[in-house]
């Protein structure tokens, strides 16, 4: 699987992608009781804050569904949209408001997600698909539990909305390395299913 990624190192890109927008969703999932608080409202609420992020995402899914995988310009916008709606969301000092950054940091989340997962699929051959999935697994849930280490720690140090804003930063840098000539999306000689870049 390693393999893969030396001999094609887009393939990398596209798996930091994935685990970038894990980091910046993970304080909605892991804090979202502290944020509750915050905002002045029960704990409970955590399942309001989690759901409204969840709209944005079923959103997403319902209008990226069928189509093929993004150029390098569009997943970088959706990993903005991601950062921004994850930042203001945490900066936002009204509930209401931060509901509507938590649809839009939803939205970037799953349409940056699904975009970087299909030109994972389509940049390697049928027979290594199963090889990368496996690491995409280990990028989309096996690095969850270090983001939620860092975003605690962070939010016990400096607070719960510095933390919100420190772990969509690396999702904002992402987008500027895509958009940087070096940044990963050309096409893949050793791919059967290409997409364009």
């Known amino acids: 699987s390693f393999a893969l990624l030396r001999d094609d ?4 890109g596209f798996l930091l992608i994935v685990a970038v927008v894990g ?5 909605i999932n892991t804090l979202a009781p ?3 608080v915050a905002f ?6 955590a399942g309001v804050i989690i759901g409204a992020f969840g709209a944005g995402a079923v959103t997403a899914a319902l209008i990226v569904a069928g189509r093929a995988a993004g150029s390098r ?6 990993l903005v949209v991601t950062a921004c709606g994850v930042i203001g969301f945490a900066l936002s000092p009204w509930l209401p408001l931060a509901f509507c950054f938590l649809f839009v940091a939803g939205f970037g989340y799953l349409a940056s997600n699904t975009a970087a997962t299909t030109r994972l699929q389509l ?3 049928e027979s290594q698909r199963g090889r990368i999935m496996a690491l995409w697994s280990v990028a989309f849930l096996g690095l969850r539990p ?3 280490l860092v975003d605690g720690a962070i939010a016990a140090v400096a607070g719960v909305r510095v933390a919100g804003v420190a772990l969509a930063l690396p999702a904002l840098a992402a987008a500027l390395v895509l958009l940087s000539p070096w940044g990963p999306g050309a096409r893949s000689p ?3 299913g290409r997409v364009p870049a």
């Open 9 to 12: 190192p887009r393939l990398l």
């Open 23 to 27: 980091y910046a969703s993970d304080p």
């Open 34 to 36: 502290a944020f509750a």
């Open 40 to 45: 002045d409202r029960p704990d409970t609420t």
């Open 73 to 78: 310009t569009r997943i970088a916008g959706t």
């Open 123 to 125: 940049g390697v051959t």
């Open 146 to 148: 270090f983001a939620s």
């Open 190 to 192: 050793r791919a059967s």
